[in-house]
T-cell receptor
């Protein structure tokens, strides 16, 4: 059974479009995250939600809006896509937000903006 | 702020040991992690070490932590071709930054037969 799943796995779109990436976890975890991995493989946290509440919000353009309809889902909506948004986006989840809690990552969504 | 650095490439022969190094700057780090990323796949947690430990061994993996020098290493014994992947070091800060991981840029490990 997939623990953390993301859809779609690949997304190719034109500049200026609006797109969403979905993430679901079936681990019963309370905390979910979005990370961005750029072309140089740098991984940076974007957002963290704990029980549907925003906890971490790094310096990310407000074109990026996370939405958590329930604690098993954390979707990422991106408005007015730009070339620099091309990256692999990883969703992750952890039991809570404690240092002892391991983060489990999804397979990633490769976004290409043309 | 937090910063994590790793060497970019490591090439070893099958059966040899691999040592991947990482340095970090945040002295308040509570946990340090090693993740593995295979081509086209997500990140898989390999192992982690609490900051008050010096060493942790888990089957073929040995993690060494030098907190004074802020240096972390991952040793893979008897490296196999299936170990070829990108390995990420990550630190988790303490205090109010719980859950926030800062990653290095990854070390590409290539294992030759």
């Amino acid at each position: 059974d997939t623990a953390v799943s993301q859809t779609p796995k690949y997304l190719v779109t034109q500049m200026g479009n609006d797109k969403s990436i979905k993430c679901e976890q079936n681990l019963g975890h309370d905390t979910m995250y979005w990370y961005k991995q750029d072309s140089k493989k740098f991984l940076k946290i974007m957002f963290s939600y704990n029980n549907k509440e925003l906890i971490i919000n790094e310096t990310v353009p407000n074109r990026f809006s996370p939405k958590s309809p329930d604690k098993a889902h954390l979707n990422l909506h991106i408005n007015s896509l730009e070339l620099g948004d091309s990256a692999v986006y990883f969703c992750a989840s952890s039991q809570a937000q404690l240092s002892t809690d391991t983060q489990y990552f999804g397979p990633g969504t490769r976004l290409t903006v043309l | 702020g937090e910063d994590v650095e790793q060497s970019l490439f490591l090439s070893v022969r099958e059966g040899d040991s691999s040592v991947i190094n990482c340095t970090y700057t945040d002295s308040s780090s509570t946990y340090l992690y090693w993740y593995k990323q295979e081509p086209g796949a997500g990140l898989q947690l390999l192992t982690y070490i609490f900051s008050n430990m010096d060493m942790k061994q888990d089957q073929r993996l040995t993690v060494l932590l030098n907190k004074k020098d802020k240096h972390l290493s991952l040793r893979i014994a008897d490296t196999q071709t299936g170990d070829s992947a990108i390995y990420f070091c990550a630190e988790e800060a303490g205090g109010t930054s719980y859950g926030k991981l800062t990653f290095g840029q990854g070390t590409i490990l290539t294992v030759h037969p």
